[in-house]
Each structure stands twice: as structure tokens, then as C-alpha cells.
């Protein structure tokens, strides 16, 4: 048997505690039914109204918790209740919803810059200060949302990056249970209020893997985490890893019938799909992100996005994994955002991202802080033209930058794109910023045969000649760049004869086509003829 993983790390506080793991995520902010009105008229007033509330909301709640509270702990909240009464913040988040921002957005873009600018000081003080901004941030999310954050089972260690000093204030800790922080501080709030208490606390362990009720023991007097077997330390900053359409199956190869390997992936839409996902089959070769983000609240949720792009990635195990990023706009809006600018001239795609910044740097954070767990690619939607491509590019790198000055692990995945635009289809040697192409034939085929959404399915057959033609001349364009298609055609057996004689040898489909498509391409050579005696 397997011996349990011991972690070095530094004592926060003196102690031994053993418990079940709870690791801790950010709280969910509001949905689209809870956003405050931000229609053009009253995005200031409405939204900034909504906000207000939300403070005055968080301010009760940090008085009712300095009830009955010791000298120390009564400092901590009046100094975050200090902080939600600053007029400099109001002021920069009223600015940022005066310049067209939802108030989501400008909440949580005000904030994070405020932390960054802490966790960038040189004085170990300074930087302890950050986690006290971020108790705020999500306390007020909350109140946004309406729910609290709540609390965690007695007795259990708490697991994470940094814990909030309300947190650590609001919870019962006669029961046993320690802390275990990722990063955190010994000149901390939660350091000091963990040794007036005498709960065992360490930090700078690194990012580890565990899951939630895993056994967990936290020695603070020799600074150490004891995990169960099988946990492990998830790396830091790596290189890029290779593009997930580049790598064959190793086990149970297909092939077709004269032995040409082809790659058969799934699609994922609904993040429900993720637990019927079997790593021994499959890898994903496209996960359509914007299924799993239902409001501008999930959008602006960066720990959220984290855990269900986590989650597939942990799944998939060593298979590959494409998550499209935000495929928003046009006739698939996001609530909440309806209104705004960018979606009433009929952005979509990475066009509506780049026109949106904000929503992109938040998926990009998160994306690059998922691909630590896994073999992740990014793909790009609705690419056009080449500048697009570089233009998130520099996105991903910006943010990868400030990640790291944050000490947050992250890695730099390939970046490739959708090609469902004709234009850019006709053009793909010019995208030489593309890690990996993906022919999404849905889109291709609406925009080739000039077919309105509702008629593209009794379109689709009539062109399927065009859409076969333009996809063999594109994959040749694609200079030896790893190509896959995903669209329905991939799914259909009718058209594979024409896909594979196109040149194409990976295949993403819906998990309930991939049987029908595994049996059509062992009949088939790879220049589509049938195999003698079929």
C-alpha cells in the first residue's frame, strides 16, 4: 500500500489536527435572475443602487459577527468595515459602471486590482492585507447573489489558497480541525486569530491535489500536511504543452481498414455530461464552455469556471481536453448582458470577447489555472482573422504574467481555433498563430450556403458538396498543424467518406454518434472507398 504524501510547509500555528478535507471555492455570485437592472438608462443608477445595498448588506453582517467578539477579532472587521466605507473604492467601481461595465464586472474588476496592488508590495505585511480585500470582494458577492457564504463542517480542515478572516471568525472551532493554505501569511489576519485560538495552521504548501472529505492531518508544530495515498503536488509553471490534437490514442488505436490511425473525441455541452466521461475511451476534443456559464455572473466567476474546467480536465485523466471559450453573441446572448453594446451590433465569438475584455481575462485566468491539471488546449471561437488570434494571445499572456506575480500555479496551454468562417477557412495559412484548427461545420455550412439559423438543417444536405470541397482545400492550408472537425458532419457516417478523403483523421462527436462513427471508420479506408468485401 501506497504511503501516505507528507507536504513541508510553515508553521502558522502550533497544533495537530486530523479531519476530513474541505477545500474551499469562492462563492457563487448572483445568477441572471438576481442581476440588478443594468439597461442603458439605469446602468449608474440601478446598478450602482444594487451595490449599495449589497455594502450596506455585508457591513450588518460584519457587525452582527463583532458581537460578543475579543479585542483582536473586533480590530480585523472594523478594519474591513473601514475598507467597504472608503469612498475611493465606491468611487472606481461608479466610474467603471459610468464607462458601460455591469455592475458585477466593475465590482470585481475595482477589487482585484486593489488585491493585486497588495499582493505586488514588498513588505510580508502589505501582502497580508490582500486576503482581508477578498473576504470583502466575496462578501459582497454574496450579498449581490444573496447568498452568505456558509460556513463548513465542524471539525474539518480547511483547504485552500488563503482562508477570510470572517470566515475563520463566523466558524465553530470547539470541534477540532486546522487550516491548511496553499499560500497564505504568518503575519495574516487568520495566522494571528489561528494562534489567539489555538487551531493548528500551516501554509505555503503549494497547490496540492484532494477532494473534498479526503483524511487530512496538519502538524503546526513542525509545519508539515499528511495526505491520504494518492493525493499529489500539483506542478508549478510549465511550458506549453503540445496541442491535445497532435497526440493518437495509445490504447485500443483506431485505425481504419488499410491502417491509417484516426483520433475519435467527444463533445461536451452540459457540465452534467462531465462524470459519464470515460478517460479509458476518450479524450474531449471540444467542450462548448458557454453551456456551463448561464449569467454575466458565472462569467465574471473565475474560481467557478475553475472548478468545472478542473473537473473535466481530472476526469479525462491523461486523455486531451479542447475547452472553447466563450461562444457568446449574436442568437446565443448571455443574460445580464444582453443590453450592452457589443451584443446590439451583433458581436459574437472571439469578436464579442475582444470587444469585452473583462469577460476574457477572467476565462483566461481561469483556463490557464486549470490546465495544472491536465492536457488542456484552448480554442477559439468564431475566428476571422489572424489578429484576432494574437490579440488573445497577448490576453493569455498578460494574465499568465500577473498569475504568476500572484504565485498561483498556472500553465500556458495551445492555443488553436474554430474555423467556421469561410473567410477565414479560405485563408488558414495566414493564421500562423494557431496552435490547432477545428472545423466547426455548423457555422461553416450557414455562412457558405447564406441559410438562416432556423433553415440550416434542411439546408445542411444541399451543401454538404461545398462545405466537402472548401474543407479539403482548407486542410491543406492548415500546413501540417493538427485539424479536427467537430461540427454535426462529424457525427453523421453519411459524410465520413467525404471527411476523411478531405484529409481529416480526428473526429469529435456526441458521445452517443461515437459508436456508429467508430463502425464506419474501421469499414473505410482513409481515402473514404469502402474496404474490399464491405
Known amino acids: 500500500m501506497a504511503e501516505p504524501l507528507r507536504l513541508k510547509a510553515k508553521s502558522a500555528s502550533p497544533g495537530i489536527a486530523s479531519g476530513p478535507a474541505f477545500l474551499a471555492e469562492e462563492p457563487k455570485a448572483p445568477s441572471a435572475a438576481e442581476q440588478p437592472d443594468t439597461a442603458p438608462a439605469s446602468?449608474?443608477?440601478?446598478?450602482?443602487?444594487?451595490?449599495?445595498?449589497?455594502?450596506?448588506?455585508?457591513?450588518?453582517?460584519?457587525?452582527h459577527l463583532a458581537d460578543g467578539a475579543d479585542a483582536e477579532s473586533r480590530d480585523i472587521i472594523d478594519f474591513q468595515i473601514e475598507v467597504l466605507r472608503d469612498p475611493t473604492i465606491a468611487e472606481a467601481t461608479g466610474a467603471r459602471l459610468e464607462a458601460d461595465e455591469n455592475v458585477v464586472f466593475a465590482w470585481v474588476a475595482t477589487?482585484?486590482?486593489?488585491?493585486?496592488?497588495?499582493?505586488?508590495?514588498?513588505?510580508?505585511?502589505?501582502?497580508?492585507?490582500?486576503?482581508?480585500?477578498?473576504?470583502?470582494?466575496?462578501r459582497v458577492l454574496g450579498a449581490l447573489a444573496g447568498t452568505p457564504i456558509a460556513d463548513f463542517p465542524p471539525g474539518s480542515v480547511f483547504v485552500g489558497k488563503d482562508m477570510e478572516p470572517s470566515r475563520f471568525l463566523a466558524h465553530d472551532w470547539s470541534k477540532g480541525g486546522g487550516i491548511a493554505l496553499f499560500a497564505g501569511s504568518t503575519a495574516g489576519h487568520v495566522a494571528l486569530l489561528a494562534r489567539a485560538k489555538s487551531v493548528p495552521m500551516v501554509i505555503?504548501?503549494?497547490?496540492?491535489?484532494?477532494?473534498?472529505?479526503?483524511?487530512?492531518?496538519?502538524?503546526?508544530?513542525a509545519g508539515a500536511v499528511i495526505l491520504q495515498a494518492g493525493s499529489m503536488l500539483i506542478p508549478p509553471?510549465?511550458?506549453?504543452?503540445?496541442?491535445?490534437?497532435?497526440?493518437?490514442?495509445?490504447?485500443?488505436?483506431?485505425?481504419?481498414?488499410?491502417?491509417?490511425?484516426?483520433?475519435?473525441?467527444i463533445n461536451i455541452n452540459d457540465p452534467a455530461e462531465i462524470d459519464a466521461l470515460d478517460p479509458a475511451t476518450a479524450g474531449v476534443g471540444l467542450m462548448r464552455s458557454e453551456f456551463s456559464i448561464t449569467s454575466v455572473a458565472d462569467a465574471a466567476?473565475?474560481?467557478?469556471?475553475?472548478?468545472?474546467?478542473?473537473?473535466?480536465?481530472?476526469?479525462?485523466?491523461?486523455?486531451?481536453v479542447t475547452i472553447r471559450m466563450?461562444?457568446?453573441?449574436?442568437?446565443?446572448?448571455?443574460?445580464g448582458l444582453e443590453d450592452l453594446p457589443a451584443l446590439a451590433s451583433g458581436l459574437r465569438g472571439i469578436r464579442l470577447l475582444l470587444a469585452r475584455p473583462e469577460i476574457a481575462r477572467v476565462q483566461a485566468r481561469a483556463l490557464l489555472r486549470a490546465a495544472v491539471f491536465g492536457r488542456l488546449s484552448v480554442m477559439l471561437p468564431m475566428v476571422t482573422f489572424p489578429d484576432e488570434i494574437d490579440r488573445m494571445r497577448d490576453i493569455f499572456r498578460e494574465e499568465a504574467e500577473k498569475l504568476g506575480r500572484r504565485a498561483l500555479h498556472h500553465r500556458m496551454p495551445p492555443i488553436g481555433m474554430m474555423v467556421e468562417v469561410p473567410a477565414a477557412a479560405l485563408m488558414l495559412d495566414a493564421f500562423g498563430a494557431a496552435a490547432f484548427f477545428s472545423f466547426g461545420t455548423n457555422d461553416l455550412t450557414q455562412y457558405l450556403a447564406a441559410s438562416a439559423r432556423d433553415d440550416i438543417d434542411a439546408d445542411a444536405g444541399k451543401a454538404a458538396p461545398a462545405v466537402l470541397r472548401l474543407l479539403a482545400q482548407a486542410v491543406k492550408l492548415t500546413?501540417?498543424?493538427?485539424?479536427?472537425?467537430?461540427?454535426?458532419?462529424?457525427?453523421?457516417?453519411?459524410?465520413?467518406?467525404?471527411l476523411l478523403a478531405a484529409g481529416l483523421r480526428h473526429f469529435s462527436v456526441a458521445p452517443a454518434r461515437r459508436p456508429a462513427i467508430r463502425s464506419a471508420i474501421i469499414g473505410l479506408n482513409a481515402d473514404g472507398t469502402k474496404a474490399a468485401g464491405e
Not at 503540445?242 to 490504447?251: I, L, N, R
Not at 466563450?326 to 443574460?335: E, V
Open 237 to 265: 509553471l510549465a511550458p506549453a504543452q503540445e496541442p491535445a490534437g497532435d497526440t493518437q490514442t495509445t490504447g485500443g488505436e483506431l485505425r481504419t481498414a488499410d491502417g491509417v490511425p484516426i483520433l475519435l473525441s
Open 479 to 498: 500546413a501540417g498543424k493538427p485539424a479536427s472537425i467537430c461540427g454535426d458532419m462529424a457525427g453523421n457516417p453519411h459524410y465520413l467518406p467525404g
Open 326 to 335: 466563450l461562444d457568446i453573441g449574436g442568437d446565443k446572448p448571455l443574460p
Open 301 to 320: 466567476n473565475e474560481e467557478q469556471q475553475l472548478a468545472i474546467y478542473r473537473r473535466v480536465l481530472e476526469q479525462a485523466g491523461d486523455r486531451p
Open 204 to 221: 505555503g504548501t503549494g497547490r496540492f491535489s484532494a477532494a473534498d472529505g479526503d483524511p487530512v492531518s496538519v502538524d503546526g508544530n
Open 111 to 138: 477589487l482585484d486590482a486593489y488585491i493585486g496592488e497588495l499582493e505586488a508590495a514588498d513588505e510580508e505585511q502589505m501582502r497580508a492585507r490582500a486576503v482581508d480585500i477578498l473576504d470583502i470582494k466575496n
Open 43 to 63: 446602468r449608474a443608477v440601478g446598478g450602482y443602487g444594487a451595490l449599495e445595498k449589497a455594502i450596506d448588506i455585508s457591513i450588518s453582517e460584519l457587525e
